[in-house]
Nanobody
Framework: QVQLEEAGGGLVQAGGSLRLSCTAS????????MGWFRQAPGKEREFVAA???????YYADSVKGRFTISRDNAKSTVSLQVNSLKPEDTAVYYC?????????????????????WGQGTQVTVSS
């Protein structure tokens, strides 16, 4: 089992920045692929960014160049630096962990591949 807890959400103005973090406890963190997904009201949960156990990174087209995912295996944390925020980035952001699948872009962006999820942290961007 892996327990995940997100932090760092909040209310920011358009153009602002936040740093989301996710702390994992339980099994060996370094062996897991880690992902960030988000869900806006009335919409399906969607892929944002992911980082493989080996450090390869993947991004949704909508956040490329604005968001950066990173991991610190020593601290069992994965972070998402979100810059140049837009109102359409408003959503609950979820951290997820998964293992046992390839690090292809398609797999890394598929929420069904992740077995463990945090409770989410709200990001609200005002215009």
């Amino acid at each position: 089992q892996v327990q995940l807890e997100e932090a760092g959400g909040g209310l920011v103005q358009a153009g602002g920045s936040l740093r989301l973090s996710c702390t994992a406890s339980g099994r060996t963190f370094s062996s897991y692929h880690m992902g960030w997904f988000r869900q806006a009201p009335g919409k399906e949960r969607e892929f944002v960014a992911a980082i493989s156990w080996s450090g390869s990174t993947y991004y949704a087209d909508s956040v490329k160049g604005r968001f950066t995912i990173s991991r610190d295996n020593a601290k069992s944390t994965v972070s998402l630096q979100v810059n140049s925020l837009k109102p359409e980035d408003t959503a609950v952001y979820y951290c997820a962990a998964g293992a046992g699948f390839s690090n292809s872009a398609q797999a890394m962006g598929n929420l069904r591949m992740y077995a463990y999820w945090g409770q989410g942290t709200q990001v609200t961007v005002s215009s």
